[in-house]
C-alpha cells in the first residue's frame, strides 16, 4: 500500500507560478512511476505528465509543455510538479498517482485545488 498526499496548491493570478507536492509513504519509493493528472469542473480527468523510475518524463497534455515541470527526490519520496506561466485553463484539482507497471496507476492521492485567476 502506498499513501500519497498532495499539497501546495491554491489561488495564482495568470502567469504565475505553484509547485506542487506529492509526498509517498509505505511501499518502496523508488520502485514507482508517478504521475500529475488533473481534473477541471465537469472536464475529464487529463493526463498531464509522468516520471519514470529512472527519470524518464512524458507528458501528456501538450499544452503544460514548456511550462510544467516533473522531478523527483527519491531521498525525501517526494514528487513535485513545478507550473509556471499559468493559465485560467489550467485552475483543476491536480492528483498525484503511483504506478507499479508502464500503464495503470495502482495508487491516488487526494487532490489539491489550483485556481488560476484571470
Known amino acids: 500500500q502506498v499513501q500519497l498526499v498532495e499539497s501546495g496548491g491554491g489561488l495564482v493570478q495568470t502567469g504565475g507560478s505553484l509547485r506542487l507536492s506529492c509526498a509517498a509513504s509505505?511501499?518502496?519509493?523508488?520502485?514507482?512511476?508517478f504521475g500529475w493528472f488533473r481534473q477541471a469542473p465537469g472536464k475529464e480527468r487529463e493526463f498531464v505528465v509522468r516520471?519514470?523510475?529512472?527519470?524518464?518524463?512524458?507528458y501528456g497534455a501538450d499544452s503544460v509543455k514548456g511550462r510544467f515541470t516533473i522531478n523527483r527526490d527519491d531521498a525525501k519520496n517526494t514528487v513535485y510538479l513545478q507550473m509556471n506561466s499559468l493559465k485560467p485553463e489550467d485552475t483543476a484539482v491536480y492528483y498525484c498517482?503511483?504506478?507499479?507497471?508502464?500503464?495503470?496507476?495502482?495508487?491516488w492521492g487526494q487532490g489539491t485545488q489550483v485556481t488560476v485567476s484571470s
Open positions: 498517482a503511483a504506478a507499479r507497471g508502464a500503464v495503470n496507476y495502482d495508487y
Open positions: 509505505g511501499r518502496t519509493f523508488s520502485n514507482y512511476a
Open positions: 516520471i519514470s523510475r529512472s527519470g524518464i518524463i512524458t
